[in-house]
């Protein structure tokens, strides 16, 4: 087990201390300390990411640490609320990355802290590595889409509907996607709330057919039921391109987990319809699913056939016309949730959503 020294974790900037980043990097580099730190920079968002400039000892620098780290953890109020998520992004990177690689930066400690309900990880600056930041402006190519979705279909192959996930697994104990999204969609699919984000610029670029309040509530349990008939694997969990990344010799990179258990169909659905251009989707979509399908048989899964992928890529488009509909500017900007509500709703009006869910 790791030295609890690192406990209490932080849950302000104040306190994050040279003895508390020294004894956090121990955890994983026998002897690492720094004898000071320096804040950079700082943002405060759903998690905050503090910027630090490390004084480090030789033994730090030996184990590959570099000067510039970030710490990424609830550095404000409404973190404690959030422990959930901080808990399943720590998880990603401390319990399934080692096992089932997914590219990800470089991490240098993971754990939690379930007494001040906070989560912190330490890792690389990527803005130091060079990397280029994906974002909901600038819709992706089919080839970046392809290379991800190869990446993602190998990563998703890796606990297919296997022992892993289930009790007693390695993963047994993870948290189900929609079963932990309840809380959250019960908050902000409120009738207030409802009619708040239809006032707003992503939902006046939402169609009137998807602007139905009773018809959400209605359709959400019918998503979750359907869900957990597909097969299983083990999901990043929140694949819009404000989580990606692109590394200087084209790998594509993965921020921000949310680990859970849910059907691999979901992710490839709420990155796809969110990430490409509208001109491009209704060209590009279908080869991109069989492009996902083909590379879960190269690793040894039996895929789904392309009809019932397609159908199950209808059915949880619900999720991302949801997602978008209800994150709230402060967390992600007004551009960004109208691009994506705009790109969603031209793929469920395409893909005919409304009557995927009346047949189920």
Known sequence: MPDPSYLPLPVTVEEITPEWVSAALRTRAEGAAVE?????????T???????????????????????????????EHGRRYYQMHEREVRGYRDVYPH?????????????????????????????????????????????????????????????????IRPGGRFGDFFDFF???????????SPENWARFCDLPRGVAT??????????????????????????????????LGNLYIEPDGTPGFLDTLASIGAGMLEVSYHVSASVDVADRQAWEGELVRLYLAELERNGVAPPAFEDAMHQYAVFLLYGHFIWMTTES??????????????????M???DTIGKFEAL
């Open 179 to 189: 079963e932990v999204m309840q809380h959250f969609f019960d908050e902000k699919s």
């Open 100 to 164: 089932v690689p997914l590219p990800h930066p470089r991490c240098f400690f993971a754990e939690t802290d379930e007494e001040r309900r906070q989560g912190i990880i330490i890792m690389e600056d990527l803005v130091a590595k060079g990397v280029e930041f994906c974002h909901a402006t600038k819709p992706q190519s089919f080839e970046q889409m392809a290379r991800r979705l190869t990446v993602l279909a190998r990563f998703h192959a890796g606990t297919w509907e296997s022992d892993a």
């Open 207 to 240: 169609s009137w057919r998807f602007r139905d309040r009773d018809w959400m509530v209605e359709c959400w349990p019918k998503m979750m039921a359907y869900g957990k008939r597909q097969a299983q694997c083990l999901l990043h969990g929140d694949t819009h």
């Open 330 to 347: 402060r967390y992600q900007p007004e551009t960004v949730n109208t691009a994506n509500m705009l790109r969603v709703c031209a793929a």
């Open 36 to 44: 000071g730190i320096e804040v950079v920079d700082a943002v405060f």
């Open 46 to 76: 759903t998690c905050s990411k503090i910027r630090l400039r490390l004084d480090r000892n030789p033994a730090a620098i030996a184990a590959g640490i570099p000067e510039l780290v970030i710490v990424k953890g609830g550095f404000e």
């Open 349 to 351: 009006l395409d893909h």
